[in-house]
Every structure is written in C-alpha cells, then in structure tokens.
C-alpha cells in the first residue's frame, strides 16, 4: 500500500482493512501500531493519531465487525438457518474482524459505541433465533444455546478444526446447514 493511496480522509478505513488482513494472516497478537504503519506505506504516528493505541485501534475493528455482521444478520432476519448461516460466513469472510469482536481483553469494552453495536447484532441474532419459537420461560436459555450453537462452529471451521475431523468436511455451508437442522430447540431442551 503506497501513501498516495491514503488521500481525502480515507487513511483510517485503510489502516482498520490492512489490521483485519494482519490478523486474518498472522494473529491478533502480530498486529502493532509500528508494523501496521509499516503494511499500510505511512508515518509511524499515522495510527496512533486514529486509534490512539492498539486497544483503541482493536475496538474500532470490533465495532466495524459488529456492525458488518448486525448488517448481515439483518438479511436473513426471521430465518434461524438463514441466520445461521450468515453468522458463519461471516466469520469466514471477516476472519481479522471475527478474531476480536469477542476478545474483552483487547477491547475498550466500555466504549459507547462498542456496546451500541455488539446489541445491534445481537438483535439481528435474536431475530433469528425467535423464529426457533422458543418458549418465553426457557427464552434466555435458547438463545444462548442457538448463539454458543453457530458461534462455536464459526470459530471450530475457522480454526481449522472440523478439516480432516470425523466430524468435518470441505464445504462448510454444507455442514453448518445439517448441523443446524439436526438440531430442534424446544421448551427446555435441545435435541
């Protein structure tokens, strides 16, 4: 990336692109405010500028993940496999941002506009998971369940886990959707 590429005002979506690309590619923890100046051609105080420090500059990628994410759910709102789907692919094509939208001890997790925008997906979530007609007593429960359900199969293929598994396969679309529809929420069960 080549500083002339960073002209009217566009170098702070730049830098939160180049630090999802970084994570996605070597982890959270390679990610430095020096190194991603460096893979985006700008001053070492370009980022520190935008974010102030690494804490800062994870937060903004979580809340652009969060919103990327409530924006997706938001399509397949109504529809559990639909939602569920869409949670996991997103998590497949946003890897930089999926690996610290959850991680609290690299966030400002008191930041107003972190928290408005983990709710909004979490609605967008919630929409999906209603439609599973869970019942009201047994509501909170269900929706953590179907939540912990697509997350930890979003985070099990981006792991790499389920590949060359008992359980896995080479298309994950197609496992997530049997996965979801071998299971039925019900009024205080899972089976």
């Not at 960073?6 to 990610?31: K, P, S, W």
């Not at 804490?55 to 759910?73: C, D, K, M, S, V």
Request: with cysteine; hydrophobic share 45%; aromatic share 6%.
């Amino acid at each position: 990336m080549t500083k002339s590429a960073y002209h009217h005002g566009d170098l702070r979506a730049a830098l939160l692109r180049a630090a999802a690309e970084q994570i996605a590619q070597d982890g959270v923890d390679a990610v430095s405010l020096r190194a991603l100046a460096q893979r985006a051609g700008v001053s070492h105080a370009a980022p520190a500028h935008h974010f102030g420090n690494k804490q800062g500059l994870l937060t903004e990628l979580a809340i652009e993940g969060f919103e990327l994410l409530a924006a997706e759910l938001h399509g397949a709102a109504g529809d559990f496999r639909a939602v569920a789907l869409a949670y996991i692919g997103f998590a497949r094509r946003n890897p930089g941002h999926f690996d610290v939208m959850f991680r609290r001890d690299l966030l400002c997790v008191d930041d107003d506009r972190l928290i408005a925008a983990r709710r909004r997906s979490g609605a967008e979530l919630r929409s999906g998971i209603a439609e599973l007609g869970i019942d009201q007593e047994d509501h909170r429960a269900g929706q953590l369940a179907a939540w912990s359900l697509v997350h930890g199969f979003a985070h099990l293929w981006r792991e790499g886990a389920l590949v060359g598994s008992d359980l896995g396969g080479d298309d994950p679309e197609a496992l997530a959707l049997a996965m979801v529809s071998a299971v039925r929420f019900e009024s205080g069960t899972a089976d």
